[in-house]
């Protein structure tokens, strides 16, 4: 708010002071005061009014003859005097002139902000005089309608916001939904997918400019791929730029993942760029993410607003993150087609040999997924382990020692039937008989869950089987039980479901040879599909379809002929589709939503029975009765 010019700019000290000391001036000049329209006082070194002028007597509705050498705390609230006396203090005592907005509240109660002018002024004798001026700003009822109206812009401003930024998220997250289903990621000309990325990313961040950059080879430079511009609606490539031209800039890219630039021009990692690139573009902000493909960085998506600069958020970081996985995932399988083209070219070996290293590929994937899930399940088995080991093994002595102890009661209570009082009052305070009587079933009930947990120790142990890295004969439905019982907390009955029931039909079957961890997977694939569809074909029936046919997983086991045994697992589920049933093996294929499925589970499931065991899997089902997969192995492995 511009400031008004004191009405006693035009009084210098010596104008002032000439007139003070002779009576008739003093009066003239107080008559000239009174006539000004703003409030004026005068204070002494003790803060005490020595003048103060009519417009001043009617702000705070008192009579000049009550003021004069009173000070503020005869008249204000403490807070507000406190505030006054500080601010006059710092005149007195450093001769600067003070300007500042307070509140005031007069004999009526009346708030109002106040603009007040101070200066130290001196007369001939050396004595220090505080002279004020006050303007009037607004009155309570005005800062009330003031902090509302700041209260409600600012809520404007939080609602808007927020809508802004449910805009940009619906934005990106049309832009991702729009890159997922779209079949131009697919084409086999690799621009058209790059250049489709670029338009999609360009729309969701509603950005000028939006480009990919690789890098050359040696890794000397970058080079643009494409670049979209969304004004002129056109596609570009070829520019390079180099490391040793711009090394601020390429050594951000080895140490960030996004490059989030609000200014361009003041940012130590791009102002190398301005006189070459954003300045003659007049690129005013940028936001770069680094492509990351199998363990480096092969180049950089950079997003350029023009104009004005450009504060990033944390979900356009995020949006930009989601597009360098897309350029990723195209690029790799460019790659990938291109590899696939030119041994398409060799001999029929070398296309063997190419299959056997994918599922190898894949497979070990898997295995280093289920090796880390196996060492942690036996890391936390060997830390259960042994403090139960320790009660278990103590419980026994422990029992003893109570036996002992209990006998010698009843010893003393046969020989002493008539103990002292105060015995006696301890007996019955502590219930001595019920004592006597439940603390061996105590015992006992701690002997039953110790020995539960070494149940449950054992078998996370048999399904881990961390040390069986070569083939060894192991108990079949050792493992087979040990995995449903990793899953019961899935199969076992809640307050608002029923639960799965297991049948289990076992053979009577030797010492299977056999990678025992590997299959345990297989179990547990199979198992959980078919949990998972049992799940969801109860959440479409009612509570009496469902106590009617309740959901069943029945295992059974036999040996089918003297070198090999037979696991069934059947479900009553929905069964499969014949279409999807013919592709339930492939890599990668999966029917369910995204992020709860990969695809890989039963492929790799087929791999460990096929080519690690020599056996076979085959699934059998059709829609609506259910599905059951055979897995027949031989005894011994060749």
């Not at 001043?56 to 003859?65: R, S, T, V």
């Not at 997003?303 to 944390?314: I, M, P, V, Y």
């Not at 149940?455 to 449903?484: C, M, P, W």
């Not at 995204?594 to 085959?618: L, P, R």
């Amino acid at each position: 708010m511009p400031r008004r010019k004191s009405v006693l700019a035009g009084f210098s000290k010596m104008a002032f002071f000439h007139f003070v000391p002779q009576k008739s001036s003093q009066t003239f000049l107080w008559s000239i005061l009174n006539t000004i329209t703003d409030p004026i006082f005068v204070k002494d070194r003790q803060h005490r009014w020595v003048f103060v002028n009519d417009a001043f007597c009617q702000l705070i509705g008192y009579e000049q003859a009550t003021l004069i050498g009173k000070s503020d705390y005869d008249f204000f609230y403490k807070t507000e005097a406190d505030i006054f006396w500080e601010r006059d203090e710092f005149v007195f005592t450093t001769g600067l002139t003070d300007e500042n907005e307070e509140l005031i509240t007069n004999c009526q109660g009346e708030t109002h902000i106040i603009y007040t002018k101070k200066s130290l002024l001196s007369d001939e004798e050396g004595n220090s005089f505080l002279v004020g001026s006050v303007r009037m700003i607004a009155s309570k009822d005005k800062i009330e309608t003031t902090l509302l109206r700041e209260t409600i812009n600012k809520l404007e401003q939080e609602i808007y916001e927020r809508q802004e930024t449910e805009k940009r998220f619906r934005r990106h997250s049309n832009s991702l939904q729009q890159l997922v289903q779209s079949e131009k990621l697919q084409h086999d000309d690799f621009q058209i997918a790059i250049q489709y990325i670029t338009e999609v990313a360009s729309l969701g961040l509603d950005v000028a400019r939006v480009s990919v950059w690789l890098y050359t080879e040696k890794s000397l430079g970058i080079q643009c791929f494409d670049l979209y511009e969304q004004e002129k609606n056109c596609h570009s490539d070829g520019l390079e730029l180099f490391v040793c031209d711009f090394p601020k800039y390429f050594q951000a890219l080895k140490e960030e993942q996004i490059i989030a630039v609000a200014d361009v021009y003041t940012d130590p990692r791009t102002s190398e760029f301005s006189t070459t690139y954003t300045t003659p573009l007049g690129i005013g902000a940028m936001l770069d993410a680094r492509i990351w493909s199998r363990g480096e960085v092969i180049g950089v998506v950079c997003c350029e607003h023009l104009g004005t600069q450009r504060q990033w958020t944390l979900e356009e970081e995020s949006f930009i993150g989601s597009i360098t996985d897309f350029v990723r995932l195209v690029i790799e399988s460019r790659d990938r087609k291109n590899a696939e083209a030119a041994l398409r070219q060799q001999t029929q070996q070398l296309e063997e040999t190419l299959k056997e290293l994918q599922r190898t590929q894949t497979q070990m994937i898997q295995s280093e997924k289920m090796s880390s899930l196996g060492q942690l399940v036996a890391g936390v088995a060997h830390e259960i382990n042994n403090p139960v080991n320790f009660i278990y093994g103590n419980i026994t002595p422990a029992n003893n020692y109570i036996h002992d102890l209990l006998n010698l009661i009843n010893l003393y209570q046969e020989h002493y039937p008539y103990p002292v009082d105060v015995i006696r009052e301890e007996i019955t305070a502590i219930d001595l008989e019920f004592l006597m009587t439940d603390l061996p079933k105590l015992l006992s009930s701690m002997k039953i869950g110790a020995d539960r947990i070494r149940q449950i120790v054992l078998s996370l142990r048999n399904f881990s089987r961390l040390d069986e890295a070569e083939y060894k004969a192991v108990d079949i439905h050792e493992g087979i039980d040990s995995t449903l019982l990793i899953l019961e907390n899935r199969l076992k009955a809640k307050p608002d479901y029923p639960g799965i029931k297991i049948i289990k039909e076992y053979g009577k079957l030797p010492l299977i040879e056999c990678y025992a961890g590997q299959l345990n997977q297989v179990f547990m694939n199979i198992l959980t599909n078919a949990i998972d569809t049992l799940e969801e074909r109860d959440e479409q029936r009612t509570p009496q379809e469902i106590q009617a046919s309740p959901s069943k997983i029945r295992i059974s086991t036999e040996i089918v002929n003297p070198n090999q045994i037979a696991i069934k697992i059947t479900d009553n589920g929905l069964g499969i589709p014949e279409d999807i049933k013919q592709r339930i093996f492939d890599p990668f294929f999966t029917t369910k939503p995204i992020g709860k499925g990969t695809g890989m589970g039963m492929s790799i499931s087929y791999q460990i029975v096929t080519e690690n065991h020599h056996g076979t899997i085959d699934c059998i089902s059709f829609p609506g009765d259910g599905t059951e997969f055979v897995i027949i192995i031989p005894l011994r492995q060749p």
